[in-house]
């Protein structure tokens, strides 16, 4: 099972996760990063690196998560591939202080 980004990236977009990824299976667009699940390896190296906690093995994702499977298949095929890391959306810090605060 693929690896998944989840809804917690939206207006983050840190990408520490690329910087970790063994292939390149990291999208990106305006607000947040998604995981190819034909190219993710399931290495599970990008979990652990995410500031807030947005990616989840897709076999243990919450039922209100489940959707982001065909989010990230869908928005895969129309983002580039991401292979170095970004800088942070402006205000990835503020967000990322709320959902630590949850």
């Given amino acids: 099972m693929p690896y998944?980004?989840?809804d917690l990236c939206t207006g983050c977009r840190?990408?520490?996760c690329v910087?970790?990824?063994p292939v390149e299976c990291f999208h990106i667009d305006d607000t947040m990063t998604y995981i190819d699940p034909e190219n993710c390896i399931d290495?599970?190296?990008c979990v652990p690196?995410?500031?807030v906690g947005a990616i989840k093995a897709a076999h243990k994702l919450a039922?209100?998560?489940v959707e982001w499977i065909?989010?990230?298949r869908r928005r895969v095929a129309e983002t580039p591939v991401v292979t170095s890391r970004l800088p942070p959306l402006p205000g990835a810090d503020e967000r990322k202080q709320a959902i630590?605060?949850?």
């Fill in 4 to 6: 998944v980004v989840t």
């Fill in 14 to 16: 840190y990408t520490e």
């Fill in 19 to 21: 910087s970790v990824c």
């Fill in 43 to 45: 290495c599970g190296g």
């Fill in 49 to 51: 690196v995410c500031p």
């Fill in 63 to 65: 039922p209100d998560k």
């Fill in 70 to 72: 065909e989010i990230n």
């Fill in 100 to 102: 630590i605060a949850r």
